[in-house]
Nanobody
C-alpha cells in the first residue's frame, strides 16, 4: 500500500504562484509513475503533469511553460510549482502514483493505483 498526502494548496490572485507537495509513504517501490491531476465542478478530471522515476516528464498543453513538476525519489516526494496562475487553474489537485507498466505513465491506458485526498487551489481575478 502507498499513502499519498498533498499539501500547499490555497488561494492566490491571478498571476501568482503556489507550490504543491505530495509525500508518499508505504510501499513506495510502487511509485514508478507519479502525477498531478485536477478536477473542478463541471469539468472532468484532467491530467496536469506526469513524472516517472527515470526522469520522464510530460505536461498538459494548458500548463506547459507555467507549471513545473519534479520529484525527489530519495524522499519519495512529488512537487508541482505553479507560476502565472490563471482563474481557470482553480480546481482540486490530486497526486497519483502507480507501478511500472508496459505503457508509459502518460498513456491513456495507464492506470494509477494510488490517489491522495487532494488540495484545493483557488485563483481569483
Amino acid at each position: 500500500q502507498v499513502q499519498l498526502v498533498e499539501s500547499g494548496g490555497g488561494s492566490v490572485q491571478a498571476g501568482g504562484s503556489l507550490r504543491l507537495s505530495c509525500a508518499a509513504s508505504g510501499y513506495t517501490a510502487s511509485t514508478y509513475c507519479m502525477a498531478w491531476f485536477r478536477q473542478s465542478p463541471g469539468r472532468g478530471r484532467e491530467a496536469v503533469a506526469h513524472a516517472d522515476r527515470d526522469g520522464g516528464i510530460k505536461y498538459a498543453d494548458s500548463v506547459t511553460g507555467r507549471f513545473t513538476i519534479s520529484r525527489n525519489n530519495a524522499e519519495n516526494t512529488l512537487y508541482l510549482q505553479m507560476n502565472s496562475l490563471k482563474t481557470e487553474d482553480t480546481a482540486m489537485y490530486y497526486c497519483a502514483a502507480g507501478a511500472a507498466s508496459l505503457v508509459s505513465c502518460w498513456s491513456s491506458f495507464y492506470s494509477f493505483d494510488y490517489w491522495g485526498q487532494g488540495t484545493q487551489v483557488t485563483v481569483s481575478s
